[in-house]
T-cell receptor, first 111, second 113 residues
Framework: QKEVEQNSGPLSVPEGAIASLNCTYS??????FFWYRQYSGKSPELIMS????GDKEDGRFTAQLNKASQYVSLLIRDSQPSDSATYLC???????????FGKGTRLHILP | EAEVAQSPRYKITEKSQAVAFWCDPI?????LYWYRQILGQGPELLVQ????????DSQLPKDRFSAERLKGVDSTLKIQPAELGDSAMYLC???????????FGPGTRLTVT
């Protein structure tokens, strides 16, 4: 049973600080990794995708992937109150192209 | 900017009634997904289409749920009969192909009374 694990939170971070969201996965042959943001009552919105080890930066967001440790993270710099949302980690495998979502981490940015 | 369209946005139905949801993916996207999301949980895949073919429906309760994508473009998800436990958000997503980024529609919030 392939799994994607996230701490459910809530994770509280002061405005302007760095928020760090973590995700672990069980399937070693996972190849594609995605972070989504979901506001309450809304649908998920794609933030970033990452496919190779290392860091990938997009504006205030940085995704970090470590396939050896089966770990992917999302850093949000200069956190804003508008970043308060649930962040979903999604992982897919070349084995079956099936994408598995984690349960999400609730992030709360404190003004 | 191209978006995934879904309708209706909200649906209230009584137990044992039939209900249907419609999804129009981003033009050119070969892969279409239907998810169910319960509050506090991640999206759970119900069915995945590649063009008009079903490639994964292992989590679809086939005794009451059906899905089709006849011409490989838009898709319909049906529940008959609806049960109280079906109350959830139903999300449609599409991607250019398998293993590419998925883009979600606004979802349909279903309440079964």
């Amino acid at each position: 049973q392939k799994e994607v694990e996230q701490n459910s939170g809530p994770l509280s971070v002061p405005e302007g600080a760095i928020a760090s969201l973590n995700c672990t996965y069980s399937d070693r042959v996972s190849q594609s990794f995605f972070w989504y943001r979901q506001y309450s009552g809304k649908s998920p919105e794609l933030i970033m995708s990452i496919y190779s080890n290392g860091d990938k930066e997009d504006g205030r967001f940085t995704a970090q992937l470590n396939k050896a440790s089966q770990y992917v993270s999302l850093l949000i710099r200069d956190s804003q109150p508008s970043d308060s949302a649930t962040y979903l980690c999604a992982v897919s495998s070349n084995r079956d192209d099936k994408i598995i979502f984690g349960k999400g981490t609730r992030l709360h940015i404190l003004p | 900017e191209a978006e995934v369209a879904q309708s209706p946005r909200y649906k209230i139905t009584e137990k044992s009634q039939a209900v249907a949801f419609w999804c129009d993916p981003i033009s050119g996207h070969a892969t279409l997904y239907w998810y169910r999301q319960i509050l506090g949980q991640g999206p759970e895949l119900l069915v995945q289409f590649q063009d008009e073919s079903v490639v994964d429906d292992s989590q679809l309760p086939k005794d009451r749920f059906s899905a089709e994508r006849l011409k490989g473009v838009d898709s319909t998800l049906k529940i008959q009969p609806a049960e109280l436990g079906d109350s959830a958000m139903y999300l449609c997503a599409s991607s250019l192909d398998r293993d590419y980024e998925q883009y979600f529609g606004p979802g349909t919030r279903l309440t079964v009374t």
